[in-house]
């Protein structure tokens, strides 16, 4: 878990990722030569911080998004959320500004408002992000921001030996979204590809629980096409891969950008589910990575 661990310590929260695709495009160009098929890497300007992976003759696409929860501060020892962190009084926060590295606690007044507690005034506009406690166990991995670092390792494992497809790291979704829109218009129009996974991390329910396999979603605050989700069922029945059902009424991701896109995506979210979601304590059990991992090999060999 080096790598996962590796991904979860990079301070990348929404609208501010850009270490975190420094580090995958130097993890892509020195681990590429290992893998079954070397992809086409684009990225640039016109891409502003995403990267999209090309293997092959691509029919189905990942997407995972790489951006993290957080606050940005503001005024007077003020921070506003970056997405919708949920953290107790006195989590540590850690960041930097021009003055050097910052590691403070969080407070909130009696109106719920946020604050940071600090030796000094933190410059504003610095986004604060967890600070980092990784747990590796035998049964269960637990740290900041599996959400979305284990998608992103998700998507990197199948990179691994994935022959045809497309990998798309994607940006601010954790605040309200905007890059998967040109991202979809730009592998639909080049390659033709309208079918999509949603490499992203869910929630333990009452009708999800650890340990019982990937989350294959039918539903959340938005409804994917029946059809397709159909599809991703059967293949996970046909090669034998712990999954479980969700069935919500919200959340939302990746998938919804693609939803109202003027595109015919069908995309479906498959993801690992985990406790303490968007807090430092994010928990996921280890046969949910390895089913994820799994059922996304054989999805981008059959669908």
């Not at 975190?20 to 098929?37: P, R, S, V």
């Not at 869910?202 to 989700?229: L, Q």
Request: net charge neutral; glycine share 8%; hydrophobic share 35%.
């Amino acid at each position: 878990m080096k790598l996962l661990k590796q991904l979860c310590e990079i301070h990348a929260p929404s609208g501010n990722e850009v270490l975190m695709k420094e580090f995958l495009l130097k993890y892509i160009a020195k681990e590429k030569k290992n893998w079954k098929t070397k992809p086409a890497i684009i990225h640039g300007d016109e891409f502003q911080d995403n990267i999209i992976l090309k293997f092959g003759k691509p029919r189905t696409a990942i997407f995972a998004h790489m951006d993290s929860i957080g606050f940005t501060v503001r005024y007077f020892n003020q921070l506003l959320p970056i997405g919708s962190p949920d953290a107790e009084m006195g989590t540590k926060l850690v960041g930097e500004d021009s003055l050097g590295p910052i590691e403070c606690e969080l407070e909130f007044d009696k109106e719920n408002h946020a604050f940071y507690k600090f030796g000094r005034q933190i410059d504003r506009g610095t986004e604060l992000t967890y600070k980092v406690n990784f747990r590796a166990g035998k049964e269960y991995i637990q740290s900041a921001y599996l959400d979305n670092r284990l998608g992103v390792y998700n998507a990197l494992k199948v990179a691994e030996t994935l022959k045809d497809g497309v990998i798309v790291f994607s940006t601010w979704e954790e605040h309200g979204g905007g890059s998967v829109p040109y991202l979809a218009k730009y592998i639909y129009e080049q390659w033709s590809v309208k079918q999509a996974l949603i490499s992203d991390i869910t929630w333990v329910s009452d009708g999800v629980d650890h340990g019982k396999g990937v989350a294959i979603s039918m539903r959340d605050r938005n409804i994917p096409r029946r059809n397709f989700v159909n599809r991703i069922i059967e293949i996970a029945k046909k090669r034998k891969v712990d999954f479980q059902l969700e069935v919500e009424g919200m959340g939302s991701s990746d998938g919804r950008e693609l939803q109202v896109s003027p595109y015919p995506f069908d995309w479906c979210f498959v993801g690992a589910p985990q406790h303490n979601p968007h807090t430092p304590d994010e928990r996921v059990h280890v046969r949910d990575i390895k089913s994820m991992i799994d059922l996304y090999s054989w999805l981008m060999k059959d669908l």
